[in-house]
């Protein structure tokens, strides 16, 4: 993943009210939200989640499908996992993050 990509994906999560509604919809996972049910679940004016739904959207990190008459977002789970990978890269070292001794306790259960 380009420094770009992410930056771009980072900004747009950069906002309480976008990550507030990305949130709801990756815990929807592949079934997806309609603006009305996004509305309904966090009282956001239409107009509002219009903005807000372009700006993920446009950040890839939202995909959207035409179901008849609604539109149905979902997360992009490959951005969000690349995202991931692209934090965790070089974390520690290449070392286990995890202290020892919380690996020790683990193990010990």
């Known amino acids: 993943m380009k420094n770009a990509d992410a930056i771009n994906a980072f900004l747009a999560l950069g906002q309480e009210t976008r990550l507030n509604i990305f949130r709801l919809i990756v815990q929807r996972g592949d079934v997806g939200l309609t603006p009305s049910q996004i509305i309904e679940k966090l009282g956001i004016p239409n107009a509002t989640l219009s ?4 700006e993920l959207a446009g950040a ?9 008459r609604n539109l149905i977002y979902r997360p992009n789970a490959k951005l969000v ?4 990978g692209f934090l965790l890269e070089n974390c520690c070292g290449g070392k286990s993050c995890v202290p020892v001794s919380s690996i020790k306790k683990a193990k010990a259960k």
């Open 51 to 54: 903005f807000h739904l372009k």
């Open 60 to 68: 890839d990190l939202l995909l959207v499908e035409r179901q008849s």
């Open 81 to 84: 996992q690349d995202l991931s």
